[in-house]
C-alpha cells in the first residue's frame, strides 16, 4: 500500500515493565510500529507475548514505561488520565473477545451510552439505530446481551466501538469465541466499513486464515514485533 500521509497511529520504541515486590516483567522490548488511514493489519504471536499490553497502551488505557505512542499526532505518555480518555472517545474503538456490552442494557441503549459518555447525547439513539442496522442488527436491538447470539453480541459491540467514528479500530481477539461462519460475517462487516469509511483496523487474532488476510501482518514475540 503507498503511503504519504501521517499515520492514525504510531508506537516508537515502546518498552512496558510491570514491577511486583522485587520482580519485574518485560511485557514490550522496544515495540515500534506505524498504521495508516484505511490499513487493515492483523498482529499475531503466542499467548504472553505483549499483544494485549500493546493494544491497552495504544488505547490510552496504560502507559509505556518508556518509549511513545502518538494517536492522531498526540503523543498519550505526554496526556493525563482524562486528555486520554477524550483522545480515546474521539479517536479510538475497542473491540474485546468476552464484548464490551454492559449486560443490563439492550443492545441500542449500550451504543447510545458510549456517546453519552462521550458527551454526545443528542442524536444518540438515532445514532445507534443506525449502527445496529448497518450491522444486521435492527431487529435486535431492544434484546440485552444474555438475548443475543455470540456473534450477535461481537456485532453489537462492534457498534458500541464505532459509535463515536473513530479513525482507528483495535480488535482483541474478536472472532476468538466465535464459530467460523460467525466469525466471517464479523470479519466481512468490519472490511466493509473500512471500504466505505477509511477505517483503520489493528486485529490480535489467533486465526491463520484471518491474520494472512490482512494488508499487513505483524509477528510480535518476547514483546518485539516483526513485520512479516
Known sequence: MAVTEAPVAEVVDVFK????????TVALRGASLQLHAGEFVSLVGP???G?????????????????????????LSRLDEAERAAVRSEKVGLVFQRGNLVPF?????????????????????????????????????????????GGEAQRAGIAVALANR????????????????????????????RRETGLTLLVVTHN?????????????TDGRIDTR
Request: proline share 4%.
Open 51 to 75: 499483544k494485549s499490553t500493546l493494544l491497552s497502551i495504544m488505547a490510552g488505557l496504560s502507559l509505556p514505561t518508556a518509549g511513545r505512542v502518538l494517536v492522531g499526532g498526540r503523543d
Open 166 to 193: 473513530p479513525d482507528l479500530l483495535l480488535g482483541d481477539e474478536i472472532t476468538g469465541e466465535l464459530d467460523s461462519e460467525s466469525a466471517a460475517q464479523v470479519m466481512e462487516l468490519l472490511l466493509r466499513l
Open 105 to 149: 442494557l439492550s443492545a441500542e441503549e449500550n451504543v447510545a451510552l458510549a456517546l453519552e459518555i462521550a458527551g454526545r447525547p443528542r442524536g444518540a439513539i438515532a445514532r445507534a439505530r443506525e449502527l445496529l442496522d448497518v450491522l444486521g442488527l435492527d431487529g435486535r436491538r431492544r434484546q440485552r446481551p444474555n438475548q443475543l447470539s
Open 17 to 24: 515493565v510491570y514491577r511486583e515486590g522485587e520482580a519485574e
Open 47 to 49: 499467548s504472553g507475548s
Open 208 to 220: 491463520p486464515a484471518l491474520a494472512a488476510s490482512a494488508d499487513r501482518q505483524l509477528v510480535i
